[in-house]
């Protein structure tokens, strides 16, 4: 079973800054791509950013030339660096992988941290 371990969470004052860890308990070779998640109160989970295996990226535009993805060390890490963070950006944040197991992809989440941007 994949499992994934969520890291660097907190709470932060608007302007500030944030890095988010996962690591993910599967081979690399296997990850099509990974990605982060939120969930605020009382709306839907959206997709944050997601970088593929190529390396390829996207990102959901609130947090476009704020946010960046990377795929660390082993490759099955990701990080999401966060800055000049905003109130409207606090949320429970999931690490998302993706994993090509015989030819059908799985998606994997993590436990969820929480962000919380507040003076």
């Known amino acids: 079973q994949v499992q994934l371990v969520e890291s660097g969470g907190g709470l932060v004052q608007p302007g500030g800054s944030l890095r988010l860890s996962c690591t993910a308990s599967?081979?690399?070779?296997?990850?099509?791509?990974m990605g982060w998640y939120r969930q605020a109160p009382g709306k839907q989970r959206e997709l944050v950013a997601y970088?593929?295996?190529?390396?390829?990226?996207n990102y959901v535009n609130s947090v476009k030339g704020r946010f960046t993805i990377s795929r660390d060390n082993a490759e099955n890490q990701v990080s999401l660096q966060m800055n000049n963070l905003e109130p409207e950006d606090t949320a429970v944040y999931y690490c998302?992988?993706?994993?090509?197991?015989?030819?059908?992809?799985?998606?994997?989440w993590g436990q969820g941290t929480q962000v919380t941007v507040s003076a």
């Open positions: 599967v081979n690399a070779f296997s990850i099509i791509g």
């Open positions: 998302n992988v993706d994993v090509l197991n015989g030819g059908v992809p799985y998606a994997y």
């Open positions: 970088i593929r295996r190529s390396g390829t990226t």
